[in-house]
């Protein structure tokens, strides 16, 4: 198997509805974000996918995000925009972007600060 690891990083306020601490007020993060795809055979020039390819749909993803203040965007109108849901919206978007028949996104990392991540991925057992 072979798993190709694209980073990006974006900035946006958030609060946390529901959390009695001090991350329920409105405050700011600077994401990095980690992507994974895997898979088990090369393409013709011996690439499992071009890098470029995943960092232009990432970039587009994080547009989505940057500079935003999340709890406003409609995906997390509801869903609180944790680390960890804001990991598994990335995939999600990502997943549908990437149509390759020999790859597949495997997880999505994303740090709120420099030592605190979420990761979201699926499991077999994992039913959508
Ligand atoms: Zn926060």
Redesign the pocket.
Known sequence: MYEVMVEGSFSAA?N?RGYRKK?EKL?G?NWKVRVGVRGGNLDRTGMLIDFKEVKNYLERIMEKLDHKYLNEISHFKVTNPTSENIARFIYNELKSRLKGSHYRVSKVTVW?SDTTSATYFQDKKDVE
Do not use: G, I, P, Q
């Open positions: 958030h946390l991350c405050h993060h709120e």
